[in-house]
């Protein structure tokens, strides 16, 4: 079995940032918390931005699996309940607190390349992908810059509550966040089936305000 290189940073990347502001951690810090090469780390990664990404693409995000059969195959249209999404969000909201030392820091990052740029970009790419496919690929320009706000807004409200040390309750946030996508993108995207993820989810909010 390989070794995982790329995994031993990740995690030295997470554990220096307990001790050390992440900003000040460098190539040479990795390479004495993992005993690794400065090549073999520019073999794996292209600098600390790409670590970073790394970092939160395998480490804080939770990975999750969707079994998909002939009958749900439609991206949008699967298995996934409206009560999988909320719970989805929160346990990727309780991830960051477990790690909120590492957030913060590389949350507080400027640059081209710094995490809130990737959340951001990463966001609007994957819900794109899913609007397109929900609507078989036929997006008016008003649709386009629909999926953009509601993608940007709900990273925005993430990387704030990051900033602010985590104010509220992971569930309240997530309850936000979602609250504030179901309000006007199912009208915005012109969903009418009302087996669609989003018009499920937008009855499983209002049901909890009951």
């Avoid at 990052?109 to 899913?130: A, F, H, K, Q, T």
Wanted: proline share 3%; with cysteine.
């Amino acid at each position: 079995m390989a070794f995982d290189v790329k995994g031993t940073f990740a995690w030295a990347l997470i554990e220096l940032c307990e001790r050390k502001e992440l900003a000040k951690i460098t190539v040479k810090d990795l390479e004495e918390k993992t005993g690794f090469s400065r090549p073999t780390f520019y073999n794996h990664f292209k600098d600390r931005d790409d670590l970073v990404q790394f970092c939160y693409k395998t480490r804080i995000l939770p990975q999750y699996e969707v079994e998909e059969d002939a009958d749900t195959a439609e991206y949008g249209q699967s298995d996934i309940s409206a009560e999988d999404i909320y719970e989805w969000m929160v346990e990727e909201l309780k991830s960051m607190r477990k790690y909120r030392k590492f957030m913060k820091m590389a949350c507080s990052m400027s640059g081209p390349n710094s995490l809130w740029v990737y959340m951001i970009s990463e966001s609007r790419r994957e819900d794109l992908e899913w609007h397109k496919m929900m609507r078989d690929g036929g997006l008016t320009k008003e649709m386009l810059e629909a999926s953009d706000y509601h993608s940007a807004a709900g990273v925005y409200m993430i990387i704030e509550w990051v900033l602010a040390d985590m104010p509220i309750p992971e569930e309240e946030l997530a309850d936000k966040i979602i609250r504030n996508r179901v309000m006007d993108l199912p009208y915005a995207l012109r969903i009418e089936d009302e087996n669609n993820i989003y018009m499920k989810i937008k009855r499983m909010m209002e049901n909890k305000r009951k």
